[in-house]
């Protein structure tokens, strides 16, 4: 099993570009999770999906955040237009959401940076 | 509402030494507790989890045990290794809410050989 993959691992861009990561859960996992990770704020959980379905996007910063989730083996997370307090590193994670002891995998996380 | 605290660090211990980190939470249900290992560059691991009070959670060397009285779930480490230079996080899931985590703030530990 190749695990969580995420792409891209780092991306570099300038303020007001739009910036789309991506990733590919676990197969069979129907549980999927962004969170983002900074000094300041250490891990947040931005949204999860569940069946493919956005359950809790309380922790999207703003409209400029959005995720999608169109199947089960793919899930993207879109900043649009970029800032650079969106500077972090953004981990993908999946699960199988058969009771709340089943842990979470995590993607190596994308490493943006915002000029 | 639902929350993890764990000591501050950074911890700097000796290779040998022995290791506590400390991790209490609060929770209005009966969580799922967690602590998730990073090493430098890298994604978050699980390192050991514990589903019931009572349970003791272990691998590579690392216990914790759920103690619902005391609301904790510390980490120990009998004799730590330069390997075991991470940052640890302490965090807990609640079966209503989708498998969730919550997470403390981490606590980066470095070992010296």
């Known amino acids: 099993d190749a695990g969580v993959i995420q792409s891209p691992r780092h991306e570099v861009t300038e303020m007001g570009q739009e910036v789309t990561l991506r990733c590919k859960p676990i197969?069979?996992?129907?549980?999927l999770f962004w969170y983002r990770q900074t000094m300041m704020r250490g891990l947040e959980l931005l949204i999860y999906?569940?069946?493919?379905?956005?359950?809790?996007d309380s922790g999207m910063p703003e409209d400029r955040f959005s995720a999608k989730m169109p199947n089960a083996s793919f899930s993207t997370l879109k900043i649009q237009p970029s800032e650079p307090r969106d500077s972090a590193v953004y981990f993908c994670?999946?699960?199988?959401?058969?009771?709340?002891?089943?842990?979470?995998?995590f993607g190596p996380g994308t490493r943006l940076t915002v000029l | 509402g639902d929350s993890v605290t764990q000591m501050e660090g950074p911890v700097t211990l000796s290779e040998e030494a022995f290791l506590t980190i400390n991790c209490t939470y609060t929770?209005?249900?009966?969580?799922?507790l967690f602590w998730y290992v990073q090493y430098p560059g890298e994604g978050l691991q699980l390192l050991l989890k514990a589903t019931k009070a009572d349970d003791k959670g272990s691998n590579k060397g690392f216990e914790a045990t759920y103690r619902k009285e005391t609301t904790s779930f510390h980490l120990e480490k009998g004799s730590v290794q330069v390997s075991d230079s991470a940052v640890y996080f302490c965090?807990?899931?609640?079966?209503?809410?989708?498998?969730?985590?919550?997470f403390g703030q981490g606590t980066e530990l470095s070992v010296k050989p």
């Open positions: 999906f569940n069946n493919n379905v956005p359950i809790d």
């Open positions: 929770a209005t249900g009966y969580p799922s």
């Open positions: 197969s069979g996992h129907n549980s």
């Open positions: 965090a807990l899931s609640l079966y209503n809410q989708g498998g969730k985590l919550i």
């Open positions: 994670a999946s699960r199988n959401s058969g009771g709340a002891g089943n842990e979470q995998f």
